[in-house]
């Protein structure tokens, strides 16, 4: 334990520097302010994670590959990342397949799946055999295949047939090749068949007979397919026109119809965007604003897709979608980057540039260090300024209250980058305080990596199963770019303060908590080196405490002991 490393100082001031350290940052936090329970479901990650490892709230089931899956097959489409290409995962019954399996254990665990159901209106053909989009014999010669791909030595698995559906019109000149490079008025029935929202229904019966339904223990998240303003690339050989915004929308009625006739407790997610640019415009639209967006009043497409749902609901008398879906990943130079260090995204700049980006989650007045500041910011919805969480919870208020919000994928950086697991960590912090139902990054982190820890942090902080949970309340720090500070209240249990210090030197932290606090302390805290551990104890008897020696690029945890409040509605919590 390294309690040496820290100063505890009671006083009614801020407290003063330390010598030898770069700065103090003072911390001012109201206990009654600002104060909302935070969900757990934030907690969450897709793929499939060592729940045994970390327990997970939530574990999501997504991504390209489950736009086009077969469940009485236990094959999936890959989609544009693997050359469109059914994929088969079991020996063709659910009862063995992959998907079942990690719902059994997520439901085992005591963890939420999230499970996509398709809306494409396709699933692979039932068969226990790889097929393909783009055969080149029969569309002819592409600019790469399977075995291509893999240079010259490719693996004796590789099919050579199975083309990526872009050809050159100089070397192919067949009716399918366009002028553009692409394969066109290829058949949808070369991988797939017809899928209607029976289909998807049927799976969901077949689910509720072995786990039960959302009542009873059973799946209680299902989502309207994922990134369908991207089908037009992603899952082009089935879906080769851009997503409008009445298209989305009758799908949703029709699937959301569906799914809650089949168990009426479901929560259903939609229209689940892919970033940015859906946000305010459909496929059809040249990302932000286009026809289509006119010929809808001018409204941003997430905004006019909330006014359908209350509009429906008013109308039916039914709730089509209960989560507004978006999926976000900060577009910065080397902000977003999965593979593992030692690479560019952990240069100063990136790592500077990172831990700034956050900044596009909710400041109004945060231009983005993207392609997004290209965007400009005159019009009514300042582009180039994302606010992401409080734009989209403006529009929910406005449009539809009462809707919750997730955001089902995102990332912050690499599994191993220091400043990837302190912008994780920051990240969870930002969405409990804003208001955020539920969050799955893209995807868990590896077992032992330093991302891990941020979750950690959360999820089991003292190795003994301590959560932060409880209610978001008022923490505000006098530098957020060099320290960022949240507060938790725990009722009946402890008060948390996470601290991330974002420089590159150590900083102390001149915390007012607003309130008396008497009894012990706790500080835990990893870093770039080190692994998530208690740091420092101590006891309290004021409203004040300084904490010194807060590490470069640290995430920190100090756990005070409940305090006996009184709040301004008269009843303790």
Known sequence: MRTALFVLMLSCGIGHSIQGFAATIGVSVDISSDRHPISPDILGVSGAPDLDQLAYPLVRWGGNSTTRYNWQADVHNAASDWFFMNIPDGNGTPASSSTEALIAA?????????????????????????????????????????????????????????????????????????????IVDNDPLDTSDVATPQTATAWMAHLQQRFGSANSGGIRYYALDNEPMLWNSTHRDVHPQPLTYDEIWQRTVEYATAIKVRDPAAKVFGPVTWGYCDLFGSAADNCLDGADRAAHGGTPFVKWYLQQVCSYQASHGIRLVDYLDLHYYPQGDGVVDFSDPPNGSETAAASARRLRSLKELY???????SWLSDLGNTTPWHYSRPQL??????????????????????????????????????ALAIFARERVDVAARWVAPASGSLVERAFRLFLDFDGAGGRIEGFSTRAISADIDSLGAYAVHAPGQRMMLLLFNKATTTTTAAINLGRSFNGAWKLYQFTGTSNLAQVGAGTINGAAINLSGLPARSASLLVLPESDVIYANGFDF
């Open 106 to 182: 997520v439901i085992a665990a005591g963890s939420r799946p999230l499970v996509t159901l398709s809306t494409i209106g396709w699933v692979p053909k039932p068969v226990q055999q790889k097929r393909w989009g783009y055969s080149v014999l029969k569309y002819g010669v592409q600019t790469m295949t399977e075995c291509s791909y893999f240079g010259s030595n490719p693996p004796s698995w590789c099919t050579a047939d199975a083309g990526n559906g872009r050809c050159n019109p100089a070397q192919n000149q067949t009716m399918y090749c366009n002028a553009a490079g692409y």
């Open 363 to 369: 400041d109004p007045d945060w231009d983005s260090e």
């Open 389 to 426: 969480l409080r734009r989209v919870r403006a529009w929910i208020d406005e449009s539809c209250p009462g809707t919750g919000l997730a955001i089902t994928e995102y990332n912050w950086g690499s599994d191993n980058g220091a400043s990837s697991a302190l912008a994780q960590a920051e």
